[in-house]
């Protein structure tokens, strides 16, 4: 989770757009990281993820002459890698979203086994919570929480401005902190 210098990135995907591999395997190495736990968080699945992020860093490949310099190009990568997930997200049918058994469990060293079911728990209800909220919504906070994205970095790649993103995640928060209620007391 580099903040790298803006025009260090546009130079490398300018040699991207050249064909330069190398440079791709730069590019990569730099945002692979965050674009994974963006991909992660809207696939929930680690495999899914990791197989996401090749089919957009492919993409980013082939279009890189097309990138237009109007935002960050970790902006760019972000949308590229939420819209790509989000798409394949539509094209699951709806019985290979219900299981999430299989997601992988942080171990807590020192949870007991009654606090440790606790947690996976809670992790299953913000799972399903995360579900019902609506896609914008859910986009949002995921890109706030999980990629660090800054609101106006949001807003650029979801085409909003900084105060509508902002009225997103207050609606998501309010949703999640009502439906968490039992758990926050």
């Given at each position: 989770?580099?903040?790298e210098?803006?025009?260090?990135?546009?130079?490398?995907?300018?040699?991207v757009a050249?064909?330069d591999?190398?440079a791709?395997?730069e590019?990569?190495?730099?945002h692979q990281?965050r674009?994974y736990?963006v991909?992660?968080?809207l696939l929930?699945d680690?495999?899914?993820?990791e197989?996401?992020?090749?089919?957009?860093?492919l993409?980013v490949?082939?279009?890189?002459h097309?990138?237009e310099?109007?935002a960050?190009?970790?902006?760019w990568l972000h949308?590229?890698?939420?819209?790509?997930?989000l798409?394949l997200l539509?094209?699951?049918?709806?019985?290979?979203s219900?299981?999430?058994?299989?997601?992988?469990a942080v171990?807590?060293?020192?949870?007991?086994?009654?606090?440790?079911l606790?947690?996976?728990?809670?992790s299953r209800?913000l799972?399903a919570?995360l579900d019902a909220?609506?896609?914008?919504?859910?986009r949002?906070?995921v890109l706030?929480r999980?990629?660090?994205l800054?609101?106006?970095?949001?807003?650029?790649?979801?085409g909003l401005?900084?105060?509508?993103?902002?009225g997103?995640?207050?609606r998501?928060?309010?949703f999640?902190k009502?439906?968490l209620q039992?758990?926050l007391?």
């Open positions: 989770m580099t903040s210098p803006t025009d260090l990135d546009y130079a490398v995907l300018r040699r050249k064909g591999q190398d791709l395997a590019l990569i190495r730099r990281p674009l736990q991909a992660y968080r929930k680690p495999l899914e993820a197989d996401a992020l090749q089919e957009v860093f993409k490949y082939e279009s890189a097309r990138f310099p109007k960050k190009v970790s902006t949308r590229i890698t939420a819209n790509h997930c798409n539509r094209q699951r049918h709806p019985q290979d219900l299981d999430q058994d299989d997601a992988p171990p807590d060293s020192g949870a007991t086994p009654l606090q440790a606790e947690e996976q728990d809670l209800r799972e919570l909220l609506p896609e914008n919504q859910r949002a906070l706030k999980f990629a660090g800054s609101y106006q970095e949001i807003g650029e790649e979801m401005s900084p105060q509508a993103v902002d997103l995640l207050k998501a928060r309010q999640l009502k439906e039992d758990y007391e």
